[in-house]
């Protein structure tokens, strides 16, 4: 019965233990694989498309709370979603989850 007690309390103050949620950094071995990828691939004989129709990436973290407008913009967001997002962090507004970005007029994916 007293395990059952400690195991319950340990459970309980873990959250406190554990680091908080923070953003990823990204490997940049990871990166620069990726790009070396994209580039096996744009080099390919095999494509049905022209190399032309792929475009470089680039591996950026997205928290919809702190990202730039510009990096918004970077990621093809248009100028109307994009004023949104940032209209709704101004009044206060803070994404939770990945559902919550389907909140706003516009963005459906």
């Avoid at 007293?2 to 309980?12: S, W």
């Avoid at 680091?19 to 990726?34: A, C, E, M, R, V």
């Avoid at 680039?58 to 990202?67: A, C, G, K, R, T």
């Amino acid at each position: 019965m007293i395990f059952l007690v400690i195991l319950i309390l340990f459970i309980f103050f873990l959250r406190w233990l554990l680091p908080k949620n923070s953003t990823p950094d990204i490997d940049p071995n990871t990166q620069t694989g990726l790009k070396n990828w994209g580039q096996k691939i744009k080099n390919s004989d095999t494509l049905k498309y022209s190399s032309s129709s792929i475009k470089d990436f680039e591996l950026i973290v997205f928290n919809p709370n702190s990202i730039s407008v510009e990096a918004l913009k970077k990621m093809e967001f248009n100028n109307a979603s994009t004023n949104r997002i940032e209209k709704y962090r101004q009044k206060g507004g803070y994404f939770r989850k990945g559902e919550d970005l389907k909140k706003i007029y516009g963005i459906d994916t």
